[in-house]
Every structure is written in structure tokens, then in C-alpha cells.
């Protein structure tokens, strides 16, 4: 069952369109990954669906934009601090923000009104036990952040974002930071994840995106040229465009 | 290769020639300071209370500390605030904004006997405010602006706009996410600023003589006319030719910039911990 139906939409930046037509049903507690060569738009329509686009100059929307079971039309949600609530957001570069690794986890949930002692020790436990650095930081919670590694500091931010519990998590080429074990870890993860969360994620890597499994949506200047479960769009793609991207002919 | 290997040494020896000048310049003004002035330096001078006039530094000691402080507690929330609006806020293709900028540019390079004329100008004839510390802290106040404008917003625009991102898309608000993270990362550019201010405020002479005056007594309230130790520094070495209490202020005001400069030290690392 779809968590998030797009239909129609295109983007505009100024006079450039950067995405055509873009109709996709992501699907429920699965994994949802884009690929694509640079410059498809497929972080640009990542960016759409938490409504980031909205802070960059001259950006516009069009279409529809349900999420989850009410359907609610998110370009129509006055508060876009409501909708970041149920989408969350994780960047290429880990950017845990310049404070303890307690006070990065917990920034989300005492924003959104959270000021129970008790209650935040409890979210901060549960949020690094998900993404397993628990063990490792348990001991320097109120110690900076930036003192952890490139690929612990990019759980961290995962934890953070799901700290507040949203329904989609939304990453946006999570590994391409950092080095092959981390990367290994944070799928692994994100294969733990999508039991819980609806998953999209951006992706340069095709291996990635296989090895994650679920569904894939291949972009091609501004299009969705193919959108189907993993395994078949790359055993068995449909379209010419799509088997020469992923054979390595272009891209 | 053995030219570059003779190069290299060269390039040694400019640099090293470069350092030496201006640390031997810069020490000689050191030691030929302390030479002359710590004969002329005692406990009384610095801090009796019932020396005759100009022969104890508490008066403008507490001259300056009042005007540093007061004229901060009025350009510091400016400051900030408007570098805030500046670099979080206002359209970089705003025509005002750019107006806004090139003056704040312009007016952080003008010479402060300028800021004293206006201060003397307005201050004290136009408002009739007479000599006073207020005329004095109004117009340091000024001065001292875009100082803290053009600081705080190059710490502002070292903040990574990834934390801004990373904290919208936790939901948090423009005014929480420059509250919770951009500030306390740039605190220590910040600071820097202030303290920039700090000692450009205790060496000003020029606008103060020509705001605040030259009286050498206790300041009673803001209405006094008083002059702070740099004022006291000039008065005594022109109007009197007195070079050896001349020199004796100057130690103490050195030894002020100096603790200054280690305070701040100190916070920005306290706050650095954190």
C-alpha cells in the first residue's frame, strides 16, 4: 500500500524544468531507491517531498503530493515544520550539528515540545540503540559530535531524524561520504530501518541500490523513464534507456 | 635541484628577516615603555582615591570601564542583530541591503575624529548635552557598529549551511535554527568582534576628547564629563608635557588590553568545550 502518491508533478527553477510529469507511489515500510545519472533530478525530487525546495530561490511545484493514509496533500500543509515532522531528512555529508551527541538526538524532539527529562534519556537511548552506536557512544553523550567518525556521525544523524519518529526517512546519497565499511554499515541499517520507516533513498551506486532490494525509479532528465521492484529492473529492465545505464553505457 | 635547495634557504632567510624586524619593533615599543614608566608606576597612582587630580588613574579607570561597558550594552544586541538580518534574512539582491552594506563598509574605514565631530556636532550642541560620558558612549556607540556588523556576519557566513539544513529538516523554524545553531557556532567569531571592539574603544582618543572632554575628576553620573585613561594619556602629554605619567598610564593600559585579550581567550575555550 502507497505511503506517498505523486501525481503529476513538475518543478520548476526559475525558467529550467528540472522534473516532467513525475508520477510514482512510494511504497509502505519498504525501500525505495533512486538512480539515475548526475543532474536527472532525482535529489531535486527528493528535495520535494519534505518541501526543502521551498527555501531555494525561485523553486515551484506543481502536481500533487499525498502522504500517508489521510492523504494529506503536502504542498497544501500550512506548517511545513508539521510535515518535516512525518518526513525526515538525511544528507549526503553527515552534519550533526556543532553540540553534544545528547543535544544532537534530542534538538528535534524539544523543539517539537518534548521537555521531560526522563522521556528525552529514553529517546536518546532508543534512537542510537536503532542505529546501533549505542555501545560506542553511551559513554560521551556530552561530548561533541564532531568528534566521532565520518561514519558514525552519519548514524548519528539518522538517529536524529528518526528521533522524532517520522513515516518516511528520506536520504539523500547517505554513504557517498564515507568508506566502504561505514557505507556496509549504513545499509545494513537501513535494511533494519525499513520495518519501521518508509524508505527513499537516493543513490549514485547501483550495487547499492541492488543490494538494498524494494523498489527502484531509474531518472533520466527530469523523467522517470522506469520505476519497478529492484530486482527486476535490473535483471530485466524494459527500457533501452534504463539497460544502458545500468549496463554502464552512459552515466 | 640544488638551486631550489639555495632558494629555499633564501626564502628562510626574507622570512625570518621579515619576523625578526617586526617583532624587534614591536618590543622595543614594549620595553621602552616599561623602562620609562615603571619608576613612575606606583600603587597610589593607580589606585588612590584622594590624590590630587591627575595624579591617580581611578578616575578614568572607572571612566573607561563605564563607557566600555555601557557603550557594548548598546552596540553589541545592535550589532548582532543586524548582521543576523543581514546574513540570515535579508535577499542578497535586495538594493537596500546592498546600500546598507556598502555604507557599513565605508563606515567601519573612517577616521574616528569624524565620528567625534558628529558626536561634538550633535551630542553636545545640537541636543546640548554638553560634555558628557552619555555624548561619549553615543558616539563610540556608533563608531564601534560596524565593527561588530561586518565581524559577526563573516562568523555568521562561516556557519555551514548544512547545520541550517540538517535543523529544517527537523522541522525547526528559521529563528530556532539561528538561535539553536547557527549562534552558538559562530560564538567565537562573535566574541572576537566584541573584544576587537573592546580595545578599539579604550585606545579611542580622537572622538571621546571631542564628546566626552578632558576632566580629570570622578565621574558622578552620565552627565560628568570625564576622560578615560587613552584621553588622560593625551591630555597629559600635550597639555603638560608629562612624559613620565604619560608612560606610567600607558603600562596600565597595556596590562588591561592584555588581561582583556586573555579573558577572552579563556571564554572562547570555555565555550569551545561545550
Not at chain 1, 131 to 149: M, Q
Request: charged share 20%.
Amino acid at each position: 500500500m502507497p505511503n506517498f502518491t505523486i501525481k503529476n508533478a513538475n518543478l520548476y527553477y526559475s525558467d529550467f524544468q528540472a522534473l516532467k510529469d513525475i508520477n510514482l507511489n512510494i511504497n509502505d515500510k519498504n525501500i525505495t531507491t533512486f538512480i539515475g545519472p548526475s543532474g536527472c533530478g532525482k535529489s531535486s525530487f527528493l528535495r520535494c517531498l519534505n518541501r526543502m525546495n521551498d527555501l531555494v530561490d525561485g523553486a515551484r511545484v506543481t502536481g500533487k503530493f499525498l502522504l500517508g493514509n489521510d492523504e494529506t496533500d503536502i504542498y497544501k500543509i500550512s506548517d511545513v515544520s508539521e510535515l518535516r515532522k512525518r518526513v525526515g531528512m538525511v544528507f549526503q555529508k553527515p552534519n550533526p550539528f556543532p553540540m553534544t551527541i545528547y543535544d544532537n538526538i534530542t534538538y528535534g524532539a524539544k523543539m517539537h515540545g518534548i521537555k521531560d527529562k526522563k522521556k528525552l534519556d529514553d529517546i536518546v537511548e532508543k534512537s542510537l540503540r536503532d542505529v546501533a552506536i549505542w555501545e560506542e557512544v553511551k559513554d560521551r553523550l556530552k561530548k561533541s559530535a564532531l568528534g566521532l567518525s565520518g561514519g558514525q556521525q552519519q548514524r548519528l544523524c539518522i538517529a536524529r531524524t528518526i528521533a522524532i519518529e517520522p513515516e518516511v526517512l528520506l536520504m539523500d546519497e547517505p554513504t557517498s561520504a564515507l568508506d566502504p565499511i561505514s557505507t556496509i554499515k549504513i545499509e545494513d541499517l537501513v535494511g533494519n530501518l525499513k520495518k519501521d520507516y518508509t524508505i527513499v533513498m537516493v543513490t549514485h551506486n547501483m550495487q547499492q541500490a541492488s543490494r538494498l532490494g524494494g523498489h527502484t525509479a531509474f531518472f533520466l532528465n527530469g523523467e522517470i523513464i522506469e520505476y519497478s521492484k529492484t530486482s527486476l529492473l535490473f535483471s530485466n529492465p524494459k527500457e533501452k534507456q534504463t539497460e544502458d545505464y545500468i549496463t554502464g553505457r552512459f552515466g | 635541484m640544488n638551486n631550489r635547495k639555495l632558494k629555499n634557504t633564501l626564502s628562510y632567510i626574507k622570512i625570518y628577516f621579515g619576523i625578526g624586524i617586526s617583532v624587534t619593533i614591536l618590543f622595543s615599543i614594549l620595553i621602552l615603555v616599561l623602562i620609562n614608566g615603571i619608576q613612575n608606576l606606583s600603587f597610589e597612582f593607580v589606585f588612590s582615591l584622594d590624590a590630587p587630580r591627575g595624579f591617580s588613574l581611578m578616575p578614568m579607570l572607572a571612566t573607561t570601564t563605564v563607557i566600555v561597558v555601557l557603550t557594548l550594552l548598546i552596540s553589541v544586541p545592535l550589532g548582532i542583530s543586524s548582521a543576523i538580518y543581514l546574513n540570515e534574512y535579508a535577499s542578497s539582491k535586495s538594493k537596500l541591503v546592498k546600500i546598507v552594506r556598502s555604507s557599513i563598509e565605508t563606515l567601519s574605514g573612517i577616521p574616528s575624529i569624524i565620528y567625534g565631530l558628529f558626536g561634538f556636532l550633535f551630542y553636545v550642541i545640537v541636543l546640548g548635552w554638553s560634555w558628557s560620558i552619555r555624548a561619549g558612549i553615543f558616539t563610540v556607540a556608533i563608531m564601534i557598529l560596524p565593527i561588530i556588523i561586518r565581524a559577526t556576519e563573516e562568523a555568521l557566513k562561516a556557519v555551514p549551511m548544512s547545520y541550517r539544513m540538517g535543523s529544517y529538516a527537523l522541522g525547526a523554524g528559521k529563528f530556532y535554527t539561528i538561535r539553536k545553531v547557527v549562534l552558538p557556532a559562530a560564538i567565537n567569531g562573535i566574541l572576537a568582534s566584541i573584544i576587537l571592539s573592546i580595545g578599539r574603544l579604550i585606545g579611542e582618543t580622537a572622538a571621546l576628547l571631542l564628546t566626552a572632554g578632558t576632566l580629570l575628576d570622578m565621574p558622578v553620573n552620565l552627565q560628568s564629563s570625564a576622560a578615560t585613561l587613552s584621553v588622560f594619556m593625551y591630555t597629559i602629554t600635550i597639555e603638560q608635557g608629562d612624559m613620565n605619567r604619560a608612560y606610567a598610564t600607558a603600562i596600565v593600559l597595556m596590562a588591561l588590553v592584555l588581561s582583556l585579550n586573555l579573558l577572552a581567550n579563556f571564554i572562547a575555550k570555555r565555550l569551545k568545550r561545550d
